[in-house]
């Protein structure tokens, strides 16, 4: 039987998890008491949380830690079980567990190996394609197409404990790809890489997006991630959704300005706060006045105005106009849950 039709991919909603948890006492009676009456309280990892994600979309799922990202994504990949709520995945529900939704999906965690380390990752492999009955030609030409895209084909019959963090990191995803899963949920994927191997990730995923048209949830605390990324994000505060659109919204509602740094002839002296801003007569705020530099936040329809005053008031050996950095945004939304749009 097919499964029913449904218009995205991925829908949560009004999805909710508790926990009840042991409340520690501090102290030695706090500690005896605990022997004979224990006292728990109810965390709420989740609240009502309703979103969509459709075909060929990465999302970006932000938030501090404890913010309920992880067992967000558990629940929708139906490795633990909501309190309230419904999804829908492929037109599943997840929890369920039913073997089509699993042939179907991908579930990817930069904290939890999946392969077996004594095993070279070819082996592994080959074990995957037993468990997902993946046609041995169909296997071959996947093989061969993820281990080119992410240049691990040198490293398949090395044992998983030899890799490095990133080849390991690597594999996992070739792993969890094999089967051509038509939805994938990334919980950090590049949480402890290098430079060098998030980079190399990013550009795999992006490609991967582009080619085979998925549907993507992406977890990450790298703000790099999710500005390379993802056009849209669902910010999580406390278990609830407190933004949930596109990225470039965030930086037009929260940050309506731009950041304009000009780099300053030393032998001319210091300047204060007070004396740029007095220099520029108001034309922004002076976000940092040291030896060397001076750091403006401008409304945007003044930057132009800006940018010449600074060259005609200061003397300036460089000047940089840049967008502010998306990862104070999203911590600003965080702080102020009230002003943000669902």
């Given at each position: 039987?097919?499964p029913p039709a449904t218009p995205a991919m991925i829908s949560a909603h009004r999805l909710s998890k508790?926990?009840?948890?042991?409340?520690?006492?501090?102290?030695?009676?706090?500690?005896?008491?605990?022997?004979?009456?224990?006292?728990?309280?109810?965390?709420?990892?989740?609240k009502a949380a309703s979103f969509e994600v459709n075909e060929g979309e990465l999302v970006g799922l932000?938030?501090?830690?404890?913010?309920?990202?992880?067992?967000?994504?558990?629940?929708?990949?139906?490795?633990?079980?909501?309190?309230?709520?419904?999804?829908?995945?492929?037109?599943?529900?997840?929890?369920?567990?039913?073997?089509?939704?699993?042939?179907?999906?991908?579930?990817?965690?930069?904290?939890?190996?999946?392969?077996?380390?004594?095993?070279?990752?070819?082996?592994?492999?080959?074990?995957?394609?037993?468990?997902?009955?993946?046609?041995?030609?169909?296997?071959?030409?996947?093989?061969?197409?993820?281990?080119?895209?992410?240049?691990?084909?040198?490293?398949?019959?090395?044992?998983?404990?030899?890799?490095?963090?990133?080849?390991?990191?690597?594999?996992?995803?070739?792993?969890?790809?094999?089967?051509?899963?038509?939805?994938?949920?990334?919980?950090?994927?590049?949480?402890?890489?290098?430079?060098?191997?998030?980079?190399?990730?990013?550009?795999?995923?992006?490609?991967?997006?582009?080619?085979?048209?998925?549907?993507?949830?992406?977890?990450?605390?790298?703000?790099?991630?999710?500005?390379?990324?993802?056009?849209?994000?669902?910010?999580?505060?406390?278990?609830?959704?407190?933004?949930?659109?596109?990225?470039?919204?965030?930086?037009?509602?929260?940050?309506p300005y731009k950041v304009v740094t000009a780099h300053l002839d030393g032998a001319q002296g210091a300047?204060?706060?007070?004396?740029?801003?007095?220099?520029?007569?108001?034309?922004?705020?002076?976000?940092?006045?040291?030896?060397?530099?001076?750091?403006?936040?401008?409304?945007?329809?003044?930057?132009?105005?800006?940018?010449?005053?600074?060259?005609?008031?200061?003397?300036?050996?460089?000047?940089?106009?840049?967008?502010?950095?998306?990862?104070?945004?999203?911590?600003?939304?965080?702080?102020?849950?009230?002003?943000?749009?669902?």
């Amino acid at each position: 039987m097919n499964p029913p039709a449904t218009p995205a991919m991925i829908s949560a909603h009004r999805l909710s998890k508790e926990f009840t948890v042991h409340k520690k006492e501090p102290g030695l009676r706090g500690s005896l008491r605990a022997l004979f009456r224990r006292r728990y309280i109810v965390k709420e990892a989740v609240k009502a949380a309703s979103f969509e994600v459709n075909e060929g979309e990465l999302v970006g799922l932000v938030g501090a830690n404890g913010a309920g990202k992880t067992t967000l994504v558990k629940m929708l990949a139906g490795v633990i079980h909501p309190t309230s709520g419904a999804a829908s995945v492929l037109g599943y529900c997840p929890w369920e567990r039913d073997n089509r939704l699993r042939r179907k999906m991908a579930l990817i965690m930069g904290q939890k190996a999946s392969l077996w380390w004594d095993l070279p990752a070819a082996d592994c492999f080959l074990l995957l394609r037993e468990i997902y009955q993946i046609p041995r030609p169909r296997f071959e030409a996947t093989i061969e197409m993820l281990t080119e895209m992410l240049e691990v084909r040198e490293q398949l019959k090395i044992q998983i404990r030899r890799l490095s963090l990133g080849e390991r990191m690597k594999m996992e995803l070739v792993a969890a790809l094999l089967h051509e899963p038509r939805v994938v949920f990334l919980d950090e994927p590049t949480i402890g890489l290098d430079l060098t191997a998030q980079r190399a990730i990013r550009e795999f995923l992006l490609r991967y997006l582009r080619e085979h048209r998925p549907a993507m949830l992406l977890t990450s605390h790298y703000m790099e991630d999710i500005e390379k990324l993802c056009e849209r994000i669902i910010i999580l505060r406390e278990g609830e959704i407190v933004y949930d659109g596109p990225l470039a919204r965030v930086v037009a509602t929260y940050a309506p300005y731009k950041v304009v740094t000009a780099h300053l002839d030393g032998a001319q002296g210091a300047w204060s706060a007070e004396s740029a801003a007095a220099a520029l007569g108001g034309l922004g705020e002076v976000a940092e006045a040291a030896p060397g530099v001076v750091r403006l936040h401008v409304p945007r329809a003044e930057v132009a105005r800006s940018a010449a005053a600074v060259l005609r008031e200061l003397p300036v050996v460089d000047v940089t106009i840049e967008e502010p950095e998306i990862g104070a945004i999203i911590e600003r939304i965080m702080r102020e849950r009230g002003g943000a749009e669902r």
